[in-house]
């Protein structure tokens, strides 16, 4: 059976820390892995990764694949109140896109 | 470009009553996923249309819940008869056939079941 596993469940931060959320995962087929934000609606997608040790990143937010340990990390630095939400992890397991999500990270940063 | 449609935003019923729940992917978008995402945990997929057919319904509990893409355009997801344990959420999401793994997100309906 599939399995995303995300790590911390939930974590409060001061604003201006960094986090570091963590997704291991075991799938038969793996197609890529990716990252949504989930604040009180739809998820918005973050970014999406296939190949191991390519750091992609989008301003304070950056994310890395390790493909022979099965997992990755989503850093988020210099935190803001607006980064509060519940960070979604998901990975691709064939061809039409069917994703195996974890239980989600809820991030909460403090003023 | 617009994006995913869905109605109701919020549904109460009481249980063993019927819902419906209508989506409306973004144009050119052939595939179509329904969610379900329970307080506390991450979105899971309950059926996957590829135009107007089905790819994967594994995980749809057929004897309560049924969808339909006549069209391959928009999609209804109906639950006959509810149970308190289908209060969640429920997502629709879209993909276009050239973006191999981004989906796209509607805003759910919120169903309770009391």
């Known amino acids: 059976e599939d399995k995303v596993v995300q790590s911390p469940l939930s974590l409060v931060v001061h604003e201006g820390d960094t986090v570091t959320l963590n997704c291991s995962y075991e799938v038969t087929n793996f197609r890529s892995l990716l990252w949504y934000k989930q604040e009180k609606k739809a998820p918005t997608f973050l970014f999406m990764l296939?190949?191991?040790?390519i750091e992609k990143k989008s301003g304070r937010l950056s994310s890395i694949l390790d493909k022979k340990e099965l997992f990755s990390i989503l850093n988020i630095t210099a935190t803001q109140t607006g980064d509060s939400a519940v960070y979604l992890c998901?990975?691709?397991?064939?061809?039409?896109?069917?994703?195996?999500f974890g239980a989600g990270t809820q991030v909460v940063v403090t003023p | 470009e617009a994006g995913v449609a869905q109605s109701p935003r919020y549904k109460i019923i009481e249980k063993r009553q019927s819902v419906a729940f209508w989506c409306n992917p973004i144009?050119?978008?052939?595939?179509l996923y329904w969610y379900q995402q329970i307080l506390g945990q991450g979105p899971k997929l309950l059926i996957q249309f590829q135009n107007n057919g089905v790819v994967d319904d594994s995980q749809l509990p057929k004897d309560r819940f049924s969808a339909e893409r006549l069209k391959g355009v928009d999609s209804t997801l109906k639950i006959q008869p509810a149970k308190l344990e289908d209060s969640a959420v429920y997502l629709c999401?879209?993909?276009?056939?050239?973006?191999?793994?981004?989906?796209?997100f509607g805003p759910g309906t919120r169903l309770t079941v009391l």
């Open positions: 144009s050119g978008h052939a595939t």
């Open positions: 999401a879209s993909r276009a056939p050239e973006r191999a793994g981004e989906q796209f």
């Open positions: 296939t190949s191991s040790g």
């Open positions: 998901a990975v691709a397991t064939d061809s039409w896109g069917k994703f195996q």
